[in-house]
């Protein structure tokens, strides 16, 4: 009989899911996604007709693909997301698969507390040879299985409705005048996601290291 993770029976530690570092990582990531959902524009102005033509050479499609990322990069990263979150749900065993991978990451790794080990079939795993296992299992996962095509055939498809809508849609003078700046990127909402989810997991990872 396997558990995963089971305690000391002196302990008295909280189960990952409960842990003051779990409850802080999603309450950042959650205080992340809100903040740059603040910035998303209208989706009405995203799809306003009047404002597509053909662009007259890729030079031009390129500079329209370029603002217009700088401008709707949240509607584009939804979108993207959107993208993901068809695909899975077609592919439901692709899903629990993905699911299963996360919390194996989050709750045998990463907000596991310290002093409860992993016992499986009454051996005891260090730190370091869960970490292996998950990083080996993850290799496994996206790169030889059906799960790995899958997630980039839905990134693909999501990037190529984005390029095509960055293409065609006309930068109006209007907006690029109350744009952000373009060196802001199209990836700074998820980094700043990733960052405020890195920091809430970091002293969890620091006592394993």
């Known amino acids: 009989m396997a558990s995963l993770p089971i305690s000391n029976a002196q302990s008295e530690s909280q189960p990952p899911i409960a842990t003051p570092a779990f409850r802080n990582f999603i309450s950042r990531l959650n205080a992340s996604v809100r903040q740059g959902f603040s910035h998303r524009r209208p989706w009405l102005e995203l799809l306003d007709r009047s404002s597509f033509s053909r662009p007259d050479s890729i030079t031009e499609a390129a500079s329209r693909i370029r603002k217009n990322f700088a401008y709707f990069r949240v509607n584009y990263v939804s979108l993207l997301a959107l993208s993901l979150a068809f695909s899975l749900l077609s592919h439901p065993f692709s899903l629990l698969v993905l699911l299963s991978l996360l919390a194996a990451w989050l709750f045998l790794y990463l907000f596991r507390p310290s002093d409860q080990p992993v016992v499986i079939g009454g051996r005891t795993f ?31 498809v999501g990037l190529a409705v984005v390029c095509a809508h960055g293409a065609f849609r006309m930068p109006e003078d209007l907006f690029l005048d109350e744009q952000e700046p373009i060196s802001s990127g199209f990836l700074s909402f998820i980094g700043g996601a990733a960052s405020s989810a890195a920091a809430a997991a970091a002293p969890a990872v620091a006592t394993r290291v």
């Open 126 to 156: 260090s730190d370091r040879e869960v970490m292996g296992i998950l990083v080996v299992s993850t290799i496994v996962v996206v790169f030889l299985t059906s799960v790995g095509s899958l997630l980039i055939s839905a990134l693909l």
